[in-house]
Structure formats: structure tokens, C-alpha cells
């Protein structure tokens, strides 16, 4: 199966169904953890830049940093490739897209409040 690129980093693609959802937040919570340790890291790396002694290893925290930070585009297009190697005819599971609209009369029924 050939993957169409016009299928990457479509907007809404993360509710198509349970399966989207869950793949989705899966990434989001990697991506997340990558975002804050890398964060952490040049923190830590800064703090340790200030005395001699520590440079070397400030400079190492930097590096590790550096390469979280490149991870997360990464992480964020294996997200896309995933979502959009699922089937799309999963939507019927649970989509909010198959939910009928409600008709006036349904929402004339609906108490107010």
C-alpha cells in the first residue's frame, strides 16, 4: 500500500475514531516527555556552565538536550505516518462525524439549561 503525502498533517485526523484517538495521544504524551526532558537538560546544562568544574558536563547535558530536540519532528512525523496508515473506514467507530445532527424537533424537546 502506496502512502499518499497529501494524507500527512491533516487537521482532525486525531478523532477519526478510538484507534486514532488513542494512537494520537500515545504520541502526544511521547512527544511531551521529549519536550520536557530537553528542556531539562539544557536547564541543568546552563546551570552547570556556570563554575569551570562542571563545563564538560554541562556541555554533554547540551548535546543529550540537542538531540531531544531533534527527536521531537521525529516523533511528530511517525505520528502522522501512523495516523495516516490507519483505515479511514474506522471512522465508523465511534466518530463524532456520524452523530445526526440534531432537527428542530429534537431541539425543541431538549429541555433548556
Do not use: C
Amino acid at each position: 500500500m502506496a502512502l499518499n503525502p497529501m494524507k500527512l498533517f491533516r487537521t482532525r485526523r486525531f478523532d477519526a475514531s478510538p484507534k486514532h484517538q488513542s494512537v494520537y495521544s500515545a504520541y502526544e504524551i511521547a512527544y511531551s516527555v521529549i519536550d520536557l526532558l530537553a528542556a531539562v537538560l539544557f536547564i541543568v546544562g546552563s546551570i552547570l556552565f556556570l563554575d569551570d568544574a562542571t563545563v564538560y558536563a554541562g556541555t554533554w547535558l547540551f548535546i543529550i538536550g540537542s538531540v531531544f530536540f531533534a527527536a521531537r519532528p521525529a516523533v511528530r512525523l511517525a505520528r502522522e505516518l501512523h495516523l495516516a496508515g490507519l483505515d479511514d473506514n474506522d471512522e465508523s467507530q465511534g466518530s463524532h462525524k456520524n452523530i445526526p445532527a440534531k432537527t428542530a424537533t429534537d431541539q425543541a424537546r431538549t429541555p433548556a439549561g
